[in-house]
């Protein structure tokens, strides 16, 4: 079984163990070179199987009768584990998303933080009790869900993967990870670490599949749950599915935030906020600041002080310590991303810095390389202010008001985020309650924290992953009411 960026072949780990080769073989290309280097395979037996030893498991010992103390001792043994295999971890995820290996080992060393989270979250994390009259009471308890299943995108399969897995285990729940087919490594890798923790068998599976697979398994009868991290399209047509089986359905789906920055607001610490909120990752995050929009006293000044700073953004292979960012992660993200720009410009849009494939060497000449590109002169019905690009590039648009400022940010489809730049106290409370976006940063941008609730208004998702909040969506309510005293007979007279 893989357990490195060295070894070549990914398959589905179910039950504590690699399910043998088999079915269909997908290619797994390095996107800084657009080379091959491994290959997983996809079957369609690996989704009973998982599905049948996830809900073995759950309904099993030691499983079915772990306190959360001791859900929460295995959670930090996870996590230590984590952070020992961060480089390890880190490989295999610049492998499946080109991001830089600094910045994904790091991203490793962070995730560990949720499992400690969730673990200390348990030890407080007691039943409830309400009074009903004199002689009765009602405890109030918070029970597993099942089988979870947590379908993860290719941007941050352990990372964000952890979000789900983290308060799912926590809670009780068995889980079944579908990370995509093209990205596999690091989901494996955490698998196995699981049960290096202590985790029984069958309570951390992985499916590698297709969208065949995320369907079967979110329509399993067996599967209670469904967490989903990726595109609206995608999500809509899923949930519509699972909630048809009336299982639980969680999505954070696509984002088209706007950051805005008002001519009161810190323009320097808005450039670099809104310069890393746009770039980092190469752009491929959900709560990418992809449409600036900056009000007209100082939207000149900004855009001089922007394309600057954009400049300085070094590309690389992920494997150079000198690489900000780099490459998008596959062949469809690289022609989808050159194909908005390219359709801005033909619609009379200017772009004033990136908008070609850079140089990297003749090493990375097929690979997915993408420049930070800044486009000016667009108008809000354009597709590239209109819809998720994900990728390294970014709008910046003029407004006048406030007012006119709220409109353009609320004005499409999706709700994920939003941020804003001000002095003005009360504007921050006006702007922030106003703007239709789950998270609202002020004064800064792309500040996620595992402590606070995240997920989209609108288009962008249902429900809420990361506090404390992410335990009541994996656990359902309870309500076991006890009378103490004697019966009372209404019948009696």
């Not at 070549?8 to 179910?14: A, E, K, L, Q």
């Not at 199987?49 to 996830?54: E, G, K, Q, R, T």
């Not at 962070?110 to 200390?120: E, H, P, Q, V």
């Not at 469904?226 to 999500?235: E, K």
Request: hydrophobic share 45%.
């Amino acid at each position: 079984m893989p357990t490195s960026a060295n070894q070549d072949i990914f398959t589905s780990y179910v039950g504590g163990s690699a399910v043998a080769p088999g079915g269909r073989e997908i290619p797994l290309y390095d996107p800084a070179t657009g080379a091959v280097w491994a290959k997983s395979y996809v079957s369609d037996e690996a989704v009973e199987s998982a599905v049948a030893h996830a809900a073995a498991t759950f309904r099993s010992e030691p499983w079915a009768s772990m306190t959360g103390y001791d859900r929460a001792a295995l959670l930090r043994k996870l996590a230590a584990l984590i952070v020992a295999n961060a480089e390890r971890l880190g490989a295999l995820e610049s492998l499946a998303n080109g991001k830089s290996h600094a910045a994904t080992t790091a991203e490793m060393k962070a995730t560990a933080s949720w499992y400690d989270y969730y673990a200390s979250a348990l030890d407080t994390h007691d039943d409830i009790f309400r009074t009903v009259s004199r002689s009765a009471d009602a405890r109030i308890v918070r029970e597993p869900l099942g089988v979870v299943v947590a379908i993860t995108p290719f941007n941050g399969a352990l990372s964000l993967g952890s979000w789900k897995l983290a308060p799912a285990l926590a809670m009780g729940n068995t889980v079944i990870l579908k990370p995509p087919a093209e990205a596999p490594g690091s989901s494996i890798a955490l698998a196995e670490l699981a049960m290096e923790a202590g985790f029984p068998p069958g309570s951390v599976n992985v499916v590698i599949g297709d969208a065949i697979a995320s369907e079967a398994l979110a329509t399993h009868p067996d599967v209670q749950m469904v967490s989903f991290t990726g595109s609206t399209a995608t999500a809509k047509v899923l949930g519509a599915k699972v909630a048809a089986g009336m299982k639980r359905f969680v999505c954070e789906a696509g984002g088209k935030s706007a950051h805005i920055v008002f001519a009161d607001g810190d323009i320097d610490g808005a450039v670099i906020a809104a310069t890393q909120g746009a770039f980092s990752g190469s752009g491929q995050t959900c709560v990418a600041g992809s449409r600036i929009l900056v009000q007209s006293g100082i939207y000149d000044t900004f855009v001089e002080r922007y394309v600057a700073s954009v400049a300085r953004i070094r590309l690389g292979p992920p494997s150079s310590p000198k690489a900000h960012i780099g490459p998008v992660a596959n062949r469809r993200q690289y022609d989808r991303i050159n194909g908005f720009v390219a359709e801005a410009v033909e619609a009379g849009a200017r772009v004033v810095s990136g908008g070609r494939k850079p140089d990297i060497g003749p090493e990375f000449a097929d690979g997915y390389w993408v420049e930070p590109t800044v486009v000016l002169d667009v108008s809000s019905d354009m597709r590239i202010c209109r819809e998720e690009i994900f990728g390294p590039v970014v709008t910046i648009q003029r407004f006048a008001t406030e007012e006119e400022a709220i409109s353009m940010a609320n004005g499409v489809e999706y709700g994920l985020a939003a941020g804003f730049w001000t002095r003005d106290v009360g504007r921050v409370r006006r702007v922030s309650r106003q703007l239709q976006a789950g998270t609202v940063w002020v004064n800064t941008y792309r500040a996620i924290n595992l402590r606070v609730p995240f997920g989209g208004y609108k288009q962008s998702g249902i429900g809420r992953e990361n506090g404390v909040e992410a335990m009541e969506e994996f656990s359902q309510i309870k309500s076991i009411v006890t009378e103490y005293g004697p019966a009372a007979d209404p019948f009696a007279h």
